[in-house]
């Protein structure tokens, strides 16, 4: 149980705590130094790796309010418990990151019609001082992300950051060699660009949680088919399957049961079911019999319709 893990761990998770916490620190100071020197030096590239280091301090910050809000649990107001809490953050992360790395690829093709000067001294330090931190921010979370998903992926934004800093610096270095000014443009749209893969690609499972999606290993259908292949089960509508938050999944179903059965010896063997096929264990199952037909208010006659017709499309048991 997860009071459990925090009981027995408590001095563990007061130091992963502060890890993360000295790495989101690391992270803004870095951000704010990348920002305002790009903005003296004249380099876009070096402001458009600073947004992507904010972008890595943020996904920090959502990990860490993440394990204090989970702490809390669930309570009368919030009976899922917090955890939901991060998926919106990080949506509102992703929202601005995508706006943010917009504009930098509008101001950066207007530099390429009219480069400015760019002071190369000014790019080349401050990345390889980004370089410096996105490496020790690594090593903080290193350990760390070999239990959570979420600081997993800030520690793989890392890595992908100091490869950016890296990029930056070399542009700094032609610069100072060439005086090639396109390069600072240049390298501003290809951070921005993947700023916007890295968005596109971490978006998608966040979307599916706010739209009550199922998980991507299973659905609705393959989750009907194994409730109306339990025995005693005559029937099944009303099926939906949705994750909570990360970690949790949750379905309802109701169960047409076959005549003379018993309803709790039914509902028990389709939940141990659900919990060792499908990982489920939290399931909300209503037990109907033929005769009386759904349990639903006569408003929801329409929709218990056209799950029975969904279920004969997909070769499930139909409802009585």
Same mark, same amino acid.
């Given at each position: 149980?997860?009071?459990?893990?925090?009981?027995? $761990?408590?001095?563990?998770?007061?130091?992963?705590? &502060?890890?993360?916490?000295?790495?989101?620190?690391?992270?803004?100071?870095?951000?704010?130094?990348?920002?305002?020197?790009?903005?003296?030096?004249?380099?876009?590239?070096?402001? =458009?790796?600073?947004?992507?280091?904010?972008?890595? =301090?943020?996904?920090?910050?959502?990990?860490?309010?993440? %394990?204090?809000?989970? /702490?809390?649990?669930?309570?009368?107001?919030?009976?899922?418990?917090?955890? %939901?809490?991060?998926?919106?953050?990080?949506?509102?992360?992703?929202?601005?990151?995508?706006?943010?790395?917009?504009?930098?690829?509008?101001?950066?093709?207007?530099?390429?019609?009219?480069?400015?000067?760019?002071?190369?001294?000014?790019?080349?330090?401050?990345?390889?001082?980004?370089?410096?931190?996105? #490496?020790?921010?690594?090593?903080?979370?290193?350990? #760390?992300? /070999?239990?959570?998903?979420?600081?997993?992926?800030?520690?793989?934004?890392?890595?992908?950051?100091?490869?950016?800093?890296?990029?930056?610096?070399?542009?700094?270095?032609?610069?100072?060699?060439?005086?090639? /000014?396109?390069?600072?443009?240049? #390298?501003?749209?290809?951070?921005?660009?993947?700023?916007?893969?890295?968005? +596109?690609?971490?978006?998608?499972?966040?979307?599916?949680?706010?739209? #009550?999606?199922?998980?991507?290993? /299973?659905?609705?259908?393959?989750?009907? %088919?194994?409730?109306?292949?339990?025995?005693?089960?005559?029937?099944? $509508?009303?099926?939906?399957?949705?994750?909570?938050?990360?970690?949790?999944?949750?379905?309802?179903?109701?169960?047409?049961? +076959?005549?003379?059965? &018993?309803?709790?010896?039914?509902?028990?063997?389709?939940?141990?079911?659900? +919990?060792?096929?499908?990982?489920?264990?939290?399931?909300?199952?209503?037990?109907?019999? +033929?005769?009386?037909?759904?349990?639903?208010?006569?408003?929801?006659?329409?929709?218990?319709?056209?799950?029975?017709?969904?279920?004969?499309? $997909?070769?499930? $048991?139909?409802?009585?």
């Amino acid at each position: 149980m997860p009071h459990d893990h925090y009981h027995h $761990h408590h001095l563990d998770a007061d130091t992963s705590d &502060n890890r993360v916490l000295w790495a989101v620190v690391v992270n803004v100071i870095l951000t704010v130094a990348q920002v305002l020197g790009g903005a003296i030096a004249g380099s876009m590239a070096l402001i =458009a790796d600073g947004v992507h280091n904010f972008s890595d =301090a943020a996904a920090l910050v959502l990990a860490f309010g993440a %394990r204090k809000l989970a /702490k809390r649990g669930a309570d009368a107001a919030m009976s899922f418990g917090w955890s %939901r809490a991060e998926v919106i953050a990080a949506f509102v992360n992703y929202v601005a990151l995508i706006l943010i790395s917009l504009w930098l690829i509008v101001e950066a093709v207007g530099r390429m019609i009219d480069p400015p000067q760019v002071d190369g001294w000014i790019v080349v330090w401050l990345a390889t001082l980004a370089l410096i931190v996105d #490496l020790a921010t690594a090593a903080l979370t290193y350990a #760390l992300s /070999k239990h959570s998903l979420n600081i997993r992926a800030a520690f793989l934004h890392n890595l992908a950051d100091a490869g950016a800093s890296v990029a930056v610096i070399v542009g700094g270095v032609v610069i100072l060699l060439y005086d090639w /000014k396109m390069v600072d443009p240049i #390298l501003t749209i290809g951070i921005s660009l993947f700023i916007l893969w890295h968005v +596109a690609t971490d978006l998608k499972p966040v979307l599916r949680i706010l739209m #009550l999606g199922a998980p991507p290993e /299973k659905d609705s259908t393959e989750v009907r %088919r194994a409730l109306g292949d339990v025995e005693g089960v005559e029937g099944v $509508h009303h099926v939906h399957l949705w994750q909570i938050d990360e970690r949790r999944v949750s379905v309802e179903a109701h169960l047409v049961l +076959a005549e003379g059965r &018993n309803y709790a010896t039914v509902i028990a063997r389709a939940k141990d079911m659900l +919990a060792h096929q499908f990982g489920i264990h939290h399931a909300t199952l209503e037990p109907e019999s +033929a005769d009386l037909g759904c349990a639903d208010h006569k408003a929801h006659d329409d929709h218990a319709a056209r799950d029975h017709d969904h279920a004969h499309e $997909h070769g499930a $048991h139909p409802a009585h």
